[in-house]
């Protein structure tokens, strides 16, 4: 392909244009950077409410009872204990998705849910409000359920089961590789009473298989990160092996913020006569994380801009994605050689370095992540704003765009309300033309910033991120 004049048949800037190659690579000339900075300005005001937020979300119900929405969570007849639990953590208001989902959830008989909702929106609190108020606190046996994909999302939703259930006697465990040279007790011990159980597929599995995790007492069982956990590629079958072992009467909850055609249709047979929510294409992504892309020359340039940018700018916390393992050992090792202090955190590294990493970047002890898309779901860090996908999501092909996966990882930015950038490095034709059919697919623009220009980065990161 003649790489000095690409044709994109459509894009959100207006179809059929012909792209130019610019000095420094192969990529488009944004010709007015500043315009096009004052029109994202314009798209969204800062700050708005998740509650006022204009997405719209498609309710499908199984009944025909109207729709009730809440305004407080005094609405939806939890128990005193919840209710202290949730303002002790600040949620004085329901989000969206909290207010529409959670009178679903909370019916009785129970009912199935397909939830979706944008990244950051409060899905958590959602499935688990429904898990702490359907347990029987008498009743010392497993109850509730929560599968995710990985062991940080499983460690950080317990964190937010035991600030929730504080004043609640509920008894928790997590199902994940374990870390730690046991005690006294062992899981069979641990298991036998705990109520609520969340962790990751292989695990649970397993635990499940030697009856270490009693099933007859199931009453919900959620997965996390639904579309992902589904997927036949990959978690998809441990997670349906899990639910046929659960009871027939089981409320079976999913939610993702991301839901393929093939993955939601599979998931309507999954969670059968289900509440569903749906958000439109154009919906998903959160307008108030800035969507920018840098274009370096090649892939040893990208290192080069890595390194001017955390080099020139000042910079909160932020996440640096990488597609491989050994990219993110690679980067960070030379990050570090430059005096950048960065950690790094993959699937080869031991369950205790791993809870090591997260630990210390969740503490803000260490401000710059780098990692892959084992991080790419879920993780719920505030202060991060800046995304850096140094890598562009793919699939496994390597050249077309992997859509769910780059909505996730710039959704670890811009969490609850909050402002967030995320810059994407492409560096070829193959990396450019994958932008460009993310910035189509998802109809939200992504900027160009120049590489050679940190005057006018720096301004235009300041203004973001400070927002
Ligand atoms: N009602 C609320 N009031 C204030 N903060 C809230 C409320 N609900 C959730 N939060 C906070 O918002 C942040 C994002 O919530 P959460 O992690 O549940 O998002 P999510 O929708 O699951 O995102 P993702 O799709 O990335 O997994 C968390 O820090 C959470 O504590």
């Known amino acids: 392909m003649d790489i000095s004049e690409i044709t994109t048949s459509s894009s959100v800037n207006g179809g059929g244009e012909v792209l130019q190659m610019n000095e420094l690579g192969f990529f488009p000339n944004v010709e007015n950077l500043t315009a096009q900075i004052e029109k994202l300005d314009t798209q969204e005001p800062k ?23 809440v305004t407080k969570f005094e609405e939806l007849n939890l128990g005193p204990d919840l209710l202290k639990g949730i303002y002790e953590m600040g949620f004085t208001t329901p989000s969206k998705i909290q207010a529409k989902a959670l009178p679903l959830l909370l019916k009785k008989p129970p009912q199935n849910m397909i939830g979706q ?3 950051g929106t409060g899905k958590t609190a959602a499935f688990v409000l429904t898990m702490l108020s359907r347990i029987d606190f008498n009743l010392k046996s497993p109850q509730a359920l929560c599968l995710t994909p990985s062991r940080e999302l499983a460690r950080q939703i317990m964190v937010e089961v035991r600030k929730m259930g504080k004043y609640t006697p509920v008894i928790t465990a997590e199902a994940i590789r374990e870390s730690h040279i046991r005690g006294n007790r062992s899981r069979h011990e641990e298991f036998a009473e705990a ?15 030697k009856h270490v995790i009693e099933k007859k007492h199931m009453k919900i069982f959620v997965l996390d990160e639904a579309d992902n956990m589904l997927d036949q590629q ?45 958000l439109k294409v154009e919906e998903l992504s959160v307008k108030t994380i ?41 980067i960070a ?31 803000g002890s260490a401000k710059v992540l780098i990692t892959t898309n084992v991080l790419s779901r879920g993780i719920d860090v505030l202060q991060v704003n800046l995304v850096i996908n140094y890598d562009i999501p793919m699939d496994l092909s ?51 910033v120049p590489t050679d220009d940190w005057d006018v980065v720096e301004k235009v990161l300041r203004k973001e991120v400070n927002n």
Not at 47 to 68: A, F, I, M, Q
Request: proline residues 3%.
């Open 333 to 363: 090792k030379r990050m570090t050689e430059k005096g950048h202090k960065v950690i790094n955190l993959h699937g080869g590294l031991s369950t205790t370095e791993r809870d090591e990493v997260m630990d210390g970047f969740r503490k």
């Open 47 to 69: 700050h708005r409410s998740l509650l006022e937020s204009s997405y719209e979300v498609k309710v499908t119900r199984v009944d025909d009872e109207p729709l009730l929405s």
């Open 195 to 209: 109520q609520l159980i969340v962790g990751t597929p292989g695990t649970v599995y397993d635990l499940l298989k």
């Open 117 to 119: 909702s944008q990244s």
């Open 234 to 278: 990959g978690l998809g079958d441990q997670s349906i092996r899990i639910k046929n072992m659960m009871p027939r009467e089981c409320q079976i909850v999913l939610f993702s913020a991301t839901y393929s055609s093939e993955v939601r249709t599979f998931a309507t047979r999954f969670a059968p006569n289900a509440n569903q929510f749906s």
């Open 398 to 448: 390597g050249r077309n765009p992997d859509y769910e996966t780059y909505l996730h990882r710039i959704g670890r930015t811009g969490r609850f309300g909050r402002s967030g950038v995320s810059i994407n490095f492409v560096h070829d034709p193959v990396s450019w033309e994958v932008v460009k059919s993310i910035e189509k697919h998802f109809q939200r623009e992504i900027v160009r």
């Open 290 to 330: 800035k969507q920018f892309y840098m274009d370096c020359k090649n892939e040893d340039h990208k290192f080069e801009v890595l390194d001017d940018l955390y080099t020139l700018l000042t910079i909160g916390q932020s996440i640096i994605f990488v597609q491989k393992r050994e990219t993110a050992d690679r």
